[in-house]
């Protein structure tokens, strides 16, 4: 009897095919409007009345995918009884992971919700919070169905590719990512049995956590205490980086769930997820290197240039998402070079992971016929679209405005513009080495931040000039061409518009913007030795001894700084 009832109303056969049944389709609508409705950052922190509307433009678009067009099928096509098992362990993490989430939300707006909801203050604080709980933990459970569905479809098409990003690697390639992978852990591992700093910094005096500027302008600690990595609606995941949570759950989720079984390993959540972080640099470094064409001997001689940059170095010890959208962006650069039929999905990836990543849309289109431009185009919209409702985050449009002027203020407009280019030329400089830094007390506290940038750096103009005639020289090579564009995107946003100018926090984009500088660079040194390989392989080899020589002891002087302030 109740097998009959699970597959009437969960899966049904039609003309031979296994189709979900109309209770499925339900919750599963159901479960995308809890997305939505749930109280965190993109609801309370906006204009509360917005989330009803947006609530039922999720279910209405969720029904219609469901009954129209087969969602739940399409997204768990093929799925077999062990799969399901593991399914449902990835479930229970879910309903843990969003509960968790959810109520640090709610509790840390304690006061906009008690404005929204008055009725709540006849309860005292004690039973605010059990109250509380029992929703998040309700609402939690809600909201599974559909983010587990997301993570089967997303786990099997990783598998499938990365299955064939690693088949198309060689042995100079292999032996890299081994090497890579236990000197990035090893580095790891002492950064962070020296410090908190990056991931959870406390004031010695009164305990309390620190979230922002303790590394130049970063957010890790933020990020690291909201759980960004697998919450969809964290508050660091606003309009920039709007899907970001939604598109590294599925890598970060089974860390998560492994981090509580293993709860008496000390930070093992820090570890876990900057091993994953660490992996991710690897495979852009290693898909750069693939996409420039370096061959042979020289081919390990470039891994390990771009692996010592001061870019990559940093962004291996924090918890930005500047790690994943650079991955995500080189991947569609990739496949976009190669023909790859997954290139929309990665081009949904870069652009949800990081707004601005949708510069690079235009390389979507093919053919030569308008109307062929435009269905491609009109695709793409549609699908991102269709995600942005689906995973809650419409009320998010309803706090846009406010979320402009609030961002306003890292735009160095008021800067001068030589002024700005002088932050420009340092940053592009700072890709490579690390820029004049240090220990600076801002807003009460022990952080280490780049010094005032009052001179142009000779460096830095040095590099950017060979960046440019490389772009030329080499206009020829189809990723020459997109490095070169990337870096005139780079110039637009940072210079021109002045994005993060305001704060002197251009290393905060080193590594999203950074890598096409170093990519025209080894380009260049390509078509100027290309029948002298050992030449390049030596030229490769002491630019980036020399890097490390410059950039690891930097690196360990500032982490024994912060390590005064901010002990493991």
Same mark, same amino acid.
């Given at each position: 009897?109740?097998?009959?009832?699970?597959?009437?109303?969960?899966?049904? !056969?039609?003309?031979?095919?296994?189709?979900?049944?109309? %209770?499925?389709?339900?919750?599963?609508?159901?479960?995308?409007?809890?997305?939505?409705?749930?109280?965190?950052?993109?609801?309370?922190?906006?204009?509360?009345?917005?989330?009803? &509307?947006?609530?039922?433009?999720?279910?209405?678009?969720?029904?219609?995918?469901?009954? +129209?067009?087969?969602?739940?099928?399409?997204?768990?096509?093929?799925? =077999?009884?062990?799969?399901?098992?593991?399914?449902?362990?990835? $479930?229970?993490?879910?309903?843990?992971?969003?509960?968790?989430?959810?109520?640090?939300?709610?509790?840390?707006?304690?006061?906009?919700?008690?404005?929204?909801?008055?009725?709540?203050?006849?309860?005292?604080?004690?039973?605010?919070?059990?109250?509380?709980?029992?929703?998040?933990?309700?609402?939690?459970?809600?909201? /599974?169905?559909?983010?587990?569905?997301?993570?089967?479809?997303?786990?099997?098409?990783?598998?499938?590719?990365?299955?064939?990003?690693? $088949?198309?690697?060689?042995?100079?390639?292999?032996?890299?990512?081994?090497?890579?992978?236990?000197?990035?852990?090893?580095?790891?591992?002492?950064?962070? =049995?020296?410090?908190?700093?990056?991931?959870?910094?406390?004031?010695?005096?009164?305990?309390?956590?620190?979230?922002?500027?303790?590394?130049?302008?970063? *957010? @890790?600690?933020?990020?690291?205490? !909201?759980?960004?990595?697998?919450?969809?609606?964290?508050?660091?995941?606003?309009?920039?980086?709007?899907?970001?949570?939604?598109?590294?759950?599925?890598?970060?989720? &089974?860390?998560?769930?492994?981090?509580?079984?293993?709860?008496?390993?000390?930070?093992?959540?820090?570890?876990?997820?900057?091993?994953?972080?660490?992996?991710?640099?690897?495979?852009?470094?290693?898909?750069?290197? +693939?996409?420039?064409?370096?061959?042979?001997?020289?081919? =390990?001689?470039?891994?390990?240039?771009? $692996?010592?940059?001061?870019?990559?170095?940093?962004?291996?010890?924090?918890?930005?998402?500047?790690?994943?959208?650079?991955?995500?962006?080189?991947?569609?650069?990739?496949?976009?070079?190669?023909?790859? #039929?997954?290139?929309?999905?990665?081009? %949904?990836?870069?652009?949800?992971?990081?707004?601005?990543?949708?510069?690079?849309?235009?390389?979507?289109?093919?053919?030569?016929?308008?109307?062929?431009?435009?269905?491609?185009?009109?695709?793409?919209?549609?699908?991102?679209?269709?995600?942005?409702?689906?995973?809650?985050?419409?009320?998010?449009?309803?706090?846009?405005?406010?979320?402009?002027?609030?961002?306003?203020?890292?735009?160095?407009?008021?800067?001068?513009?030589? *002024?700005?280019? #002088?932050?420009?030329?340092?940053?592009?400089?700072?890709?490579?080495?690390?820029? &004049?830094?240090?220990?600076?007390?801002?807003? *009460?506290?022990?952080?280490?931040?780049?010094?005032?940038?009052?001179?142009? @750096?000779?460096?830095?103009?040095? %590099?950017?000039?060979?960046?440019?005639?490389?772009?030329?020289?080499?206009?020829?090579?189809?990723?020459? /061409?997109?490095?070169?564009?990337?870096?005139?995107?780079?110039?637009?946003?940072?210079?021109?518009?002045?994005?993060? =100018?305001?704060?002197?926090?251009?290393?905060?984009? $080193?590594?999203?913007?950074?890598?096409?500088?170093?990519?025209?660079?080894?380009?260049?040194?390509?078509?100027?030795?290309?029948?002298?390989?050992?030449?390049?392989?030596?030229?490769?080899?002491?630019?980036?001894?020399?890097?490390?020589?410059?950039?690891? &002891?930097?690196?360990?002087?500032?982490?024994?700084?912060?390590?005064? @302030?901010?002990?493991?």
């Amino acid at each position: 009897m109740i097998k009959k009832t699970i597959r009437r109303f969960f899966l049904w !056969e039609r003309n031979g095919r296994s189709e979900a049944g109309t %209770l499925a389709r339900i919750l599963f609508a159901v479960s995308t409007a809890a997305i939505t409705t749930v109280p965190s950052a993109s609801g309370f922190a906006g204009r509360p009345w917005f989330v009803l &509307p947006a609530t039922v433009l999720s279910l209405a678009l969720a029904l219609f995918l469901c009954f +129209r067009y087969q969602l739940i099928e399409r997204l768990l096509e093929g799925i =077999t009884p062990k799969q399901t098992i593991l399914l449902a362990a990835v $479930s229970v993490i879910l309903w843990y992971a969003n509960s968790l989430n959810y109520f640090i939300y709610v509790w840390d707006r304690l006061e906009a919700l008690l404005y929204v909801v008055p009725q709540l203050s006849v309860f005292s604080l004690n039973e605010l919070n059990i109250l509380l709980k029992i929703c998040s933990i309700a609402a939690g459970g809600m909201a /599974v169905f559909a983010e587990a569905a997301f993570f089967y479809w997303f786990a099997k098409k990783v598998i499938l590719y990365g299955r064939g990003w690693f $088949s198309e690697s060689d042995q100079y390639e292999r032996i890299y990512l081994i090497c890579g992978y236990l000197f990035f852990i090893a580095f790891a591992v002492f950064a962070y =049995t020296q410090t908190s700093a990056f991931y959870a910094p406390q004031t010695s005096s009164s305990g309390e956590g620190l979230s922002y500027d303790i590394v130049y302008t970063m *957010d @890790s600690p933020a990020i690291m205490r !909201e759980n960004s990595f697998i919450s969809i609606n964290a508050g660091e995941n606003d309009f920039r980086n709007i899907l970001f949570g939604l598109f590294s759950m599925p890598f970060a989720l &089974p860390l998560f769930g492994l981090s509580k079984v293993l709860f008496f390993i000390p930070n093992f959540y820090v570890y876990a997820l900057a091993a994953l972080q660490i992996a991710a640099v690897l495979v852009t470094i290693a898909t750069i290197v +693939r996409c420039i064409g370096v061959k042979g001997i020289a081919k =390990t001689a470039a891994l390990c240039l771009f $692996s010592v940059s001061y870019s990559v170095l940093l962004n291996v010890l924090s918890f930005e998402q500047y790690v994943f959208s650079t991955m995500y962006l080189v991947l569609f650069l990739y496949a976009c070079i190669h023909a790859q #039929k997954e290139k929309e999905a990665l081009l %949904l990836m870069a652009g949800g992971s990081l707004l601005t990543s949708f510069a690079a849309s235009p390389l979507i289109l093919q053919g030569k016929s308008p109307l062929r431009w435009l269905r491609q185009a009109g695709r793409i919209c549609l699908s991102f679209i269709g995600v942005f409702i689906l995973f809650g985050q419409v009320p998010m449009l309803s706090r846009a405005a406010a979320l402009v002027q609030r961002y306003g203020s890292f735009v160095g407009g008021a800067l001068p513009f030589a *002024d700005r280019l #002088k932050q420009f030329l340092r940053f592009v400089a700072s890709v490579f080495v690390q820029p &004049p830094a240090g220990i600076v007390v801002k807003n *009460d506290a022990v952080t280490y931040q780049m010094y005032p940038v009052l001179n142009y @750096s000779v460096l830095g103009i040095v %590099l950017l000039a060979l960046a440019v005639f490389a772009a030329v020289y080499c206009h020829r090579h189809r990723f020459a /061409v997109l490095c070169g564009a990337w870096v005139t995107f780079s110039f637009v946003v940072l210079c021109l518009i002045g994005w993060g =100018t305001a704060e002197n926090g251009l290393i905060l984009y $080193s590594l999203y913007f950074g890598w096409s500088y170093t990519a025209l660079l080894v380009l260049l040194a390509e078509k100027l030795l290309a029948r002298f390989y050992k030449i390049r392989a030596v030229l490769y080899l002491t630019a980036a001894l020399a890097a490390v020589s410059v950039n690891l &002891p930097a690196l360990i002087d500032m982490i024994y700084k912060l390590a005064d @302030s901010y002990p493991a």
